[in-house]
């Protein structure tokens, strides 16, 4: 079975520019949660959707957003980019509140 | 805010010891605990869930929970230079059926031949 997929794996950008990532989950999985991984540091919480609805949100701005689509994938974006939101950004899939499994991550670098 | 910690690291043990690896955490009502293994570069991957009470093992990890005390720990066996990584302790949100996750920070593990 395929587990959590990312795209892309790693991507540069400019400050002040867009980024959307993208995650597809476990086939039978409705939850997708999004975090960020900074060096040193466990993940932090950034969304979680469930059936194509927003559930929790964590202590991020407003130049992050999220949506799920029909088909359980989902995107996240984070507009006017800064320095800062260099990251590993992860995408978790669950069934209900079972274990959350981890895709490969996205990479972001921010220059 | 609810708080992870973990013991800061980094912890390094010779090819066939025990390591032992701790986490605390503040919210008294917490329902599932797990581990997560991070190599470096890579992203986490579960190794061990628990939502009771005691001890579960799982080959060579065994994982204790107290929730009286508000303590995590895992253990790993017969450890190996493969098990080099670092350890990440994740707590649910209590009350929640969804599974937002709180982190701590890891703890780096070492395992020399």
């Known amino acids: 079975d395929a587990g959590v997929t990312q795209s892309p794996t790693h991507l540069i950008k400019t400050r002040g520019q867009h980024v959307t990532l993208r995650c597809s989950p476990i086939?039978?999985?409705?939850?997708v949660s999004w975090y960020q991984q900074v060096l040193g540091q466990g993940p932090q919480f950034i969304f979680q959707?469930?059936?194509?609805?927003?559930?929790g949100r964590g202590n991020f701005p407003d130049r992050f957003s999220a949506r799920q689509f029909p088909n359980y994938s989902s995107e996240l974006n984070v507009n006017a980019l800064l320095l800062g939101d260099s990251a590993l950004y992860l995408c978790?899939?669950?069934?209900?509140?079972?274990?959350?499994?981890f895709g490969q991550g996205t990479r972001l670098t921010v220059v | 805010q609810k708080e992870v910690e973990q013991n800061s690291g980094p912890l390094s043990v010779p090819e066939g010891a025990i390591a032992s690896l701790n986490c605390t955490y503040s919210?008294?009502?917490?329902?599932?605990f797990f581990w997560y293994r991070q190599y470096s570069g890579k992203s986490p991957e579960l190794i061990m869930s628990?939502?009771?009470?005691g001890d579960k093992e799982d080959g060579r990890f065994t994982a204790q929970l107290n929730k009286a005390s508000q303590y995590v720990s895992l253990l790993i066996r017969d450890s190996q230079p493969s098990d080099s990584a670092t350890y990440l302790c994740?707590?649910?949100?209590?009350?929640?059926?969804?599974?937002?996750?709180?982190f701590g920070r890891g703890t780096q593990l070492t395992v020399w031949p």
């Open positions: 994740a707590v649910n949100e209590g009350g929640s059926t969804l599974g937002r996750l709180y």
């Open positions: 978790a899939s669950s069934f209900t509140n079972t274990e959350a499994f």
């Open positions: 919210d008294r009502v917490s329902q599932s």
């Open positions: 959707y469930y059936e194509k609805e927003e559930r």
């Open positions: 086939s039978g999985h409705k939850s």
């Open positions: 628990i939502y009771s009470n």
